[in-house]
């Protein structure tokens, strides 16, 4: 049990690469919180540096209210009294699967029956209670990843790290080990900092998420919030898959660059009246600006090509075309080239084809008063 405070966290590496920086997050003692952004974006950098493998350059670093790095203080990792899996499981080959669970105790001097009596316990709890003689290279990577987990625990760690712990399971065992290390963190009230490239992971599993781009924090919230109030064009493209569409904010209105795509502010009570605009700078004033507007997949309808709309159904625009259609749980994620932009919508109900004429309805979009230079496509 453990609160982590990161103020003002900082890392540069030395070849005056930007690892991390101005880090402000403060972790709950017993939450689940999960470091989500695209490859490269500094979550192994923020994993090691509150493990204690790197240094930050700059800010501090607190666990229970004790800095542990920073202010001219630096504790080793191996006193900060953590817990780490990483994605390769880093298990010794040569000892068995008892061996690695209980070697942290081992290194520690912990007494032989004190030992062994813990390492069957943590063995249990991670449903490997019949595996403890056998070797590593007799077991399956979600058995080996069950054995680090194992040995990450078996210390009573005041929190538990995961680097991409369970990205190398194939589905759908890394379904059912996101399942149980959701239960055991729970069950031990372990705070727990879950790193992963994986968004579906990450809303399902944390009770906050922390989306990181370009080593800043874009924002921390819970998986509703950052679904429904993303803070920038970034995290709802990268949360929500949204597409997203450069244009200019005139009196409240959204005007797309793209030629023929207008999305009207509508009340949003009279659903086929427009698209409702969501976001600040529709408050501040009638001054023309650049902005962008995310375009979450599901807050697109389709319409046949040939059905009538109403004449206020600005929104509908030109017709669009079926590009691609992917059958997924929730629906087909399928793509459409609107007026030459690429739209995402999350179709259920009916099978689009590619090549099908469909008219975009966008019920609702979220305006974000950013420079045209700072929209990036999806990020991958
Ligand atoms: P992520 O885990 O999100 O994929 P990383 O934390 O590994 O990202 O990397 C963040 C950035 O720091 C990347 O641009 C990466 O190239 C850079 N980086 C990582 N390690 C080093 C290093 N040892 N020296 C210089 N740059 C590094
Ligand atoms: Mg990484």
């Not at 070849?15 to 470091?35: C, Y």
């Not at 030992?115 to 069957?120: D, F, T």
């Not at 680090?148 to 059912?176: G, T, V």
């Amino acid at each position: 049990m453990a609160t982590l405070e990161l103020n003002g966290l900082g890392h540069v590496y030395e070849n005056g690469h930007v690892g991390l920086s101005g880090i402000e997050l403060n972790i709950r003692d017993g939450e689940f919180l999960a470091l989500l952004g695209p490859s490269g974006s500094g979550k192994t950098t923020l994993l090691r540096t509150i493990a204690g493998f790197l240094r930050p350059t700059s800010g501090s670093l607190a666990i229970d209210g004790k800095t542990m790095a920073g202010e001219g203080t630096w504790v080793p990792p191996e006193k900060r009294g953590l817990g780490m899996v990483f994605q390769d499981h880093a298990i010794w080959p040569h000892l068995n699967v008892a061996g690695n669970v209980g070697y942290p105790l081992k290194l520690a001097g912990v007494p032989k029956t004190q030992l062994n009596g813990r390492v069957a316990e943590v063995l249990e709890q991670v449903g490997l209670a019949e595996y403890a003689r056998r070797k590593p290279s007799a077991l399956s990577g979600g058995q080996r990843q069950r054995v680090a987990l194992a040995r990450a625990i078996i210390a009573s760690p005041k929190a538990l790290l995961l680097d991409e712990a369970l990205s190398a399971l194939d589905e759908p065992l890394r379904a059912r080990l996101r399942l149980e290390l959701r239960a055991l963190t729970r069950e031990e009230g372990l705070t727990a900092v879950h790193v992963t490239h994986d968004r579906a992971e990450a809303l399902g599993l944390a009770d906050r998420v922390a989306v990181l781009r370009d080593g800043m924090i874009q924002q921390v919230g819970t998986p509703a919030e950052l679904l429904e109030t993303p803070v920038n064009s970034f995290v709802a493209s990268f949360v929500s898959d949204a597409t997203l569409f450069p244009g200019t904010l005139v009196d409240g209105n959204f005007h797309a660059d793209h030629p023929g795509l207008r999305l009207p502010m509508g009340s949003g009570s009279q659903r086929n009246h427009g698209t409702r605009l969501i976001g600040q700078p529709l408050a501040s004033g009638s001054r023309s600006r650049r902005a962008v507007a995310a375009v979450a997949p599901t807050s697109v309808r389709l319409k046949p090509a040939g059905s009538p709309i109403h004449v206020d159904n600005l929104a509908g625009g030109p017709l669009a075309r079926v590009t691609s259609a992917l059958y997924g749980r929730h629906g087909y994620e399928t793509s459409l080239d609107w007026a030459g932009a690429t739209l995402r919508v999350l179709v259920t109900g009916w099978t689009p084809k590619e090549g099908d004429m469909v008219r975009p309805l966008v019920d609702q979009a979220h305006v974000f008063c950013e420079e045209a230079g700072a929209v990036q496509g999806r990020a991958a």
